[in-house]
């Protein structure tokens, strides 16, 4: 019966997504278990170590469709072992063959490797939805470089910049991550033929040819030392997913914000018969935006496992490592239903400019206070220009005038400015300082990097 948030139905679509429950599916984990089994196999017949039929054999039954993964599951209870049920029906089908089944390696070899060919499965997706939320960030990014919009700092008013900034922002960031998930490859995509503790004893002389060759056969690199006890391959994987999901909770968190009727600035997508309330009819809620902000969470204090999992003792920890079992499938159905989702709402992002100019005048001319103040330092001084300006401000703020009132009633600026001059200075669109350069050259650069590394 269903009772995690991955599995039930009514849920499932806000945490994960059906290509990664398949990819960490039971199903999926055990025959990665069973390739494992095969490559080593065939590797081992090819440097004579086992019969050439024995491997044939074993590739032939070593198929998840042919356990009985209900009798596997409770031969791993009634014998507390996570493996060899899986095994001993594999081999019981190979016959006379099947006592060369997992021949010299350990669970862990197994397990581990398996994990990573799971990883390397679902990195590919993480890598293709990262590039599909890149390239909406794209579009917005050309889209509105001329948009102009309200800056806000410590959640209030600042300056003009344009919302095609603020989405080069974002961009910039998700490029970077897209460098880091390529830059880790060679580091995590690794399997391992170690032997029980790590020493490779049990395979022979030629354990590194052997390995070498296990590992090719399943297109993962070959370490230079076992790592059974050092688990920093997946935990860096899992803190990146970690660091994408904190930027798309970000962005969510903001698009969030910018939805509010306040504000108003952007609405996400709407659908005939999206529901916003069981009372109040009328509501169109962020529904989107808000669940994206919220997965973050959850993913964050996966990857916080996933360094726990780092602290081992000895050469095989199953306190530490069996952590893993849980934190790092579930960082990946976080981060795969955050990226899909984050895609949607980007790709549906409805954004108001005439909402976005209404807000810009809601400062009455105030949010140009510094480049007043940049234009007067030329004539009285930098420091001077700022007390002024600064008294004229809060003069006006507390008497409910408008910015130009406030400047005109100040005794030392009402000589200084004329009318014609406050506009010019007062308006937003000539204030803008790089932002339309900036935009155009995080796109550039992001089609370079994604180019030279796709």
């Known amino acids: 019966m269903p009772s995690s948030v991955f599995d039930i139905q009514s849920l499932q679509h806000l945490w994960s997504t059906d290509e990664m429950r398949e990819i960490f599916s039971e199903e999926n984990r055990v025959q990665k278990w069973l390739d494992f089994e095969v490559a080593l196999a065939r590797s081992q017949a090819e440097l004579g170590i086992i019969p050439a039929a024995a491997a044939e054999e074993i590739a032939r039954h070593a198929q998840v469709s042919g356990l009985d993964l209900p009798a596997m599951s409770a031969e791993i209870r009634r014998i507390k072992h996570s493996l060899v049920p899986a095994l001993k029906q594999v081999q019981a089908r190979c016959k006379e063959h099947g006592e060369w089944l997992h021949y010299g390696a350990t669970t862990q070899d197994v397990l581990d490797t398996g994990m990573a060919l799971q990883v390397k499965q679902a990195h590919a997706v993480i890598l293709r939805d990262v590039l599909a939320v890149i390239g909406e960030l794209k579009r917005l990014a050309v889209e509105h470089r001329d948009t102009i919009m309200v800056a806000r700092t410590h959640g209030v008013q600042a300056l003009p910049i344009t919302f095609g900034h603020k989405c080069a922002i974002w961009l910039d960031e998700m490029t970077r991550h897209f460098e880091r998930l390529k830059a880790c490859e060679p580091r995590v995509m690794v399997g391992m033929l170690a032997g029980a503790v790590g020493s490779q004893a049990s395979l022979g002389e030629q354990a590194p040819e052997l390995e070498r060759r296990v590992l ?93 999992g780092m602290v081992s003792e000895g050469e095989r920890d199953g306190i530490a490592w069996k952590v893993e079992w849980k934190a790092l499938p579930e960082c990946f159905l976080i981060a795969g239903a955050m990226l899909l989702q984050g895609k949607n709402l980007l790709a549906g992002l409805r954004v108001d400019a005439d909402g976005m100019a209404r807000n810009l005048d809601m400062m009455r001319g105030y949010l140009l206070s510094e480049r007043v103040m940049l234009a007067l330092s030329e004539r009285v001084g930098k420091a001077t220009a700022h007390e002024w300006i600064y008294e004229a401000s809060m003069h006006g703020i507390t008497h409910k005038l408008d910015f130009a009132q406030a400047l005109r009633q100040h005794v030392g600026l009402s000589g200084l400015l004329g009318d014609e001059e406050i506009a010019r200075l007062t308006d937003p669109a000539g204030y803008l300082g790089q932002c339309a350069a900036s935009v155009d050259r995080v796109v550039e650069q992001s089609d370079q990097a994604i180019g030279r590394l796709s």
């Open 216 to 308: 090719d056969r399943l297109g993962l690199g070959a370490p230079a030392i076992s790592w059974a006890p050092a688990r920093d391959r997946f935990a860096e994987y899992a803190c990146l997913l970690a660091m994408i999901g904190a930027t798309l909770s970000k962005i969510g968190n903001e698009l969030f914000n910018m939805q509010r009727n306040e504000f108003a600035e952007v609405e996400e997508a709407f659908s005939d018969g999206k529901l916003g309330s069981s009372t109040m009819p009328h509501k169109r809620n962020p529904t989107s935006a808000e669940n994206l902000a919220g997965l973050a969470r959850p993913l964050r204090y996966n990857a916080a496992l996933m360094i726990e």
